[in-house]
């Protein structure tokens, strides 16, 4: 029954687009062999023409799982033990037409589909600047060193330098591909695929030999969200990719996050403004996206403390007595009393509770700090 | 009596530190005349060993006021019509021993302190990169010119940017220094502090002869956050007195915004550091300044539209047909139909309505697109 079903799910994998709801809805609400039996009979509620049945009865399933296996790429469906359990939350989450729970997942690659229970989303522009890829890279090669999977969409710019950054420390990266897993695109980055493929994984919910189209990649993006524990927009222009892939993730309630960037920066933009409209979180280093996908109180990033300084915790008329004192050369108190503006008996304790911790060194009238002071930013 | 009330509260000037809450607060409380009498009479509730009230004796108000004068600083108290009423915030909020009311204010200037009705605080590190000064000193130049006097602390870096900015569009900018009017500090800005005396106004409520000292600079902060309507953070390390002057104006309820920065870049932790802890709120241009401080409804900030392109508002199929083709070569629709993914009817609809609207051209099987299209960031 299983292997009936899984048959019929990569029928329609090869032959529905994802942007059609309507039937990706009605497989996640029966089967995708009763959707295939509706098609077979022309039910016009899901197939007006009757040009969705003809194709899809012109697949070859068995066909297609052959040449699947022949490039490495296997096929998981829902209660499949790999089967990732985030992209059941699209059902009834559709946004503009696309949406719902795919058909099937295709896969290749070495890693498990349930490394993604640990994961973050890392996109962002193609056209990223050195600043926006050198964060990808970095924050990713964090993630992955932390045990967290870097998901991305394998374009050039942010993701591929998000994948760079996991593979490079030896970590696991998911690329969510728009065409077939037998297609390798942008094809400049068809090495990087092999790679990711090699030590990660490569999705798709579509069937091989598909091309990508402008459809297939508004798709996509609704995969990766889903696919992650939290998006993080590394870079986006105003009209970036990566904002459709923020919305579905911020549709399907999980965790955005935008990191930030110089207000002159057109690809700063997009995650800037995400964080103005409070759909993401404002995130500044690697350990705060760990946080945010991370487990409950298990990941919890380290509190941004200032470096500790000699002066830390002083109360205030010490405080200001030493930081009244030159680093270099010594000080009379009576020109302590006119630096701080405190009387003389405040002066004078101040200086004996500076010397009983250390941090001056004196008698009578002169004295001197002892440890170097740090100027204030 | 008046005229009494003010020469006692210039005298209090003098010789009490700003640091010194208890004797504030008492003068708020009751009047600067009172405070003199008790003083006078060695009360050791504000007076513990009497020190205190031989300074205030020593000094000379009506001496002090004709020094005043020779620089052309005057001097305002709680009542006059000169005074901000933004200051009287600081009744009661004390934080760090600092804070409450002001004995007075000097004032050295053309502009009235009235305009800081309209105003927003610039401020930032010393060490200020390129980026931050660039920042301070092109918003000051927009928030002048919209009518916003911008206020800052003459520091070098982010603070004379910011000056800078506003006075170059001939704007209103307002100084707030730890010392008296008649010092400049820091020296290297005496030229920058005349053009504001000259254009703008310096404030400070340190009497005239008095010296900077760290205390000072600390009580310095809680004016600049009570005088404007809102504080923005522009750049600033972790240990920039910055972060004091956004946490005053926190403490009284104004609005504290910060500005995005690398997260590579050390004088952008401070701001994001306070988006982060939800005290200030991301802005990335100065029109979002105005509108946080401007007068509600009045002063919006334009919607960042992305801007309008040919496409804009289509309906999905025509958009998706529209961004399969490509730019320079035309396609016939059996390419669109595999490109696109779409059946033929609804290819065939989609370039009807894109040659209506003028975005295609073509007949039969080939059509080209008729507007240039706009590359994804």
New interface residues.
Partial sequence: VIEAERLARVRLSAAV?P?HADVLRAVAESSAQAVLDRLRRGDPRLDR?G??GRRVLAVDAAALLTLAERYGISVTIPGDPTWPPGLDDLAGCVR??RGEVPVCLWARGSASPLLLQRSAALVG???ATA?GT??AGDWAAVLADRGVAVVSGAAYGVDAAAHRGALAVGGVTVAVLAGGLDQPYPRGNATLLDRIAADGLLLSEAAPGS?V????FLSRNRLIAALARGTVVVE??????ALSTAAWAAALLRPVAG??????S?????P??L??DQVA??V??PE?VVELVGDFGADLAPL?A??SRATDGLP?PLL?VR??MPSRSPMTVAELV????????TVLRALDGLAERGLVAGHGETWRVRAPR????
């Fill in positions: 687009e942007g023409d040009r969705l503009d037409r522009s193609r056209a600043y050198a964060v091309v189209n402008r459809g297939r986006a222009g105003r009209r970036s990719g990191v930030p960037g110089p207000v002159t057109a690809t700063s933009v997009g800037m403004r964080v103005r979180v404002l500044t280093t705060e941004s200032a470096p205030e200001v930081e009244a006119a630096a701080t503006g405190y009387d003389l008996p740090r100027v204030d930013a």
